[in-house]
């Protein structure tokens, strides 16, 4: 209990309500703000990007039907900002970084309260509520709540969008987490014993890799008109929300249009120094030894 008398998980409850409130809030501010500056947008996905298309694109913050819980939906775009609409995205992007602060000390302190949370939020906005309900969804995408908006921070020359379709996560594992893992699976199994036994048979201090493939992703190289104050003239960043740009004028940067699907090969050339085997060491955990 706190001084108050409340309850810690009632506290941060609330205080997470209060922030999904003002995050919806400021979402609306933000696309209102937009469509009268009139600014220019562009869209890969439709062929219209207009203030209906930005506040779908800002508010898509639900599962859909067999969606994967740890991926989410992209919806790359170009926004023209003035002055005003940069601002306003601004504060929505440390209102989401407030609320995925919050969230984070629930997963800690309070993990039972996640299934509430998705649950119970969108009834706090009648209008949200009716969009789940009416289209069969019921529950808040939370990642999606809190991905922040990309912001160009200088006026661009030009953007040029690519897909990059190579990237992986690699996390070290020692020998005995592996084995812990192979374990957790099933002991009994032909296929697992084979590689606890392969394991058994290196040096326990040796370092493994677990590597994760990552679900192909666009990313934007900028230009900027003029070098930044640290000398950059450039800039790659990933781009999952449409990317609000500097525009004091309205106008978008010249970019290009990229192919509507990513490549199904990889495009990238292996490095000559790539320092993990070609071939996973234990398949069932996608770990691989090192060079």
Same mark, same amino acid.
């Given at each position: 209990?706190?001084?108050?008398?409340?309850?810690?998980?009632?506290?941060?409850?609330?205080?997470?309500?209060?922030?999904?409130?003002?995050?919806?809030? *400021?979402?609306?501010?933000?696309?209102?703000?937009?469509?009268?500056?009139?600014?220019?947008?562009?869209?890969?996905?439709? %062929?219209?990007?207009?203030?209906?298309?930005?506040?779908?694109?800002?508010?898509?913050?639900?599962?859909?039907?067999?969606?994967?819980?740890? %991926?989410?939906?992209?919806? !790359?775009? $170009? !926004?023209?900002?003035?002055?005003?609409?940069?601002?306003?995205?601004?504060?929505?992007?440390?209102?989401? *970084?407030?609320?995925?602060?919050? $969230?984070?000390?629930?997963?800690?302190?309070?993990?039972?309260?996640?299934?509430?949370?998705?649950?119970?939020?969108?009834?706090?906005?009648?209008?949200?509520?009716?969009?789940?309900?009416?289209?069969?969804?019921?529950?808040?995408?939370?990642? *999606?709540?809190?991905?922040?908006?990309?912001l160009a921070e200088a006026p661009i020359a030009r953007v040029r969008l690519a897909w990059?379709?190579?990237?992986?996560?690699?996390?070290?594992?020692? !020998?005995?987490?592996?084995?812990?893992?192979?374990?957790? $699976?099933?002991?009994?199994?032909?296929?697992?014993?084979?590689?606890?036994?392969?394991?058994?048979?290196?040096?326990?201090?040796?370092?493994?890799?677990?590597?994760?493939? *990552?679900?192909? $992703?666009?990313?934007?190289?900028?230009?900027?008109?003029? @070098?930044?104050?640290?000398?950059?003239?450039?800039?790659?960043?990933?781009?999952?929300?449409?990317?609000?740009?500097?525009? @004091?004028?309205?106008?978008?940067?010249?970019?290009?249009? @990229?192919?509507?699907?990513?490549?199904?090969?990889?495009?990238? %050339?292996?490095?000559?120094?790539?320092?993990?085997?070609?071939?996973?060491?234990?398949?069932?955990?996608? !770990?691989?030894?090192?060079?």
């Amino acid at each position: 209990m706190t001084r108050s008398g409340q309850r810690p998980e009632y506290r941060l409850l609330a205080e997470l309500e209060a922030n999904f409130d003002r995050l919806l809030e *400021q979402t609306e501010t933000l696309v209102a703000t937009w469509e009268t500056s009139r600014g220019a947008a562009w869209s890969f996905e439709h %062929a219209t990007a207009d203030a209906a298309w930005l506040r779908r694109s800002l508010l898509d913050v639900w599962y859909q039907d067999g969606q994967d819980g740890r %991926a989410t939906r992209s919806h !790359v775009g $170009l !926004v023209a900002a003035d002055e005003r609409v940069m601002d306003a995205a601004c504060e929505v992007n440390a209102t989401k *970084q407030a609320f995925g602060a919050l $969230l984070a000390e629930i997963r800690r302190e309070v993990p039972s309260l996640i299934p509430e949370i998705k649950a119970v939020l969108p009834f706090r906005h009648p209008a949200l509520h009716d969009h789940l309900r009416g289209t069969g969804l019921a529950r808040l995408h939370l990642k *999606q709540c809190w991905r922040t908006i990309p912001l160009a921070e200088a006026p661009i020359a030009r953007v040029r969008l690519a897909w990059y379709s190579s990237g992986r996560s690699i996390k070290r594992l020692t !020998v005995r987490e592996a084995e812990q893992k192979l374990l957790a $699976l099933d002991s009994d199994a032909p296929h697992i014993r084979i590689q606890l036994r392969r394991l058994g048979g290196i040096p326990d201090g040796e370092p493994l890799a677990q590597v994760q493939t *990552q679900a192909p $992703l666009m990313r934007a190289n900028l230009f900027y008109r003029e @070098p930044l104050e640290d000398g950059r003239s450039r800039r790659a960043m990933n781009v999952a929300l449409p990317l609000f740009v500097p525009s @004091p004028d309205g106008r978008l940067p010249d970019h290009n249009c @990229p192919p509507a699907t990513p490549p199904t090969t990889r495009t990238r %050339a292996r490095r000559r120094d790539e320092r993990l085997e070609s071939e996973a060491f234990l398949p069932s955990l996608r !770990v691989f030894r090192y060079r």
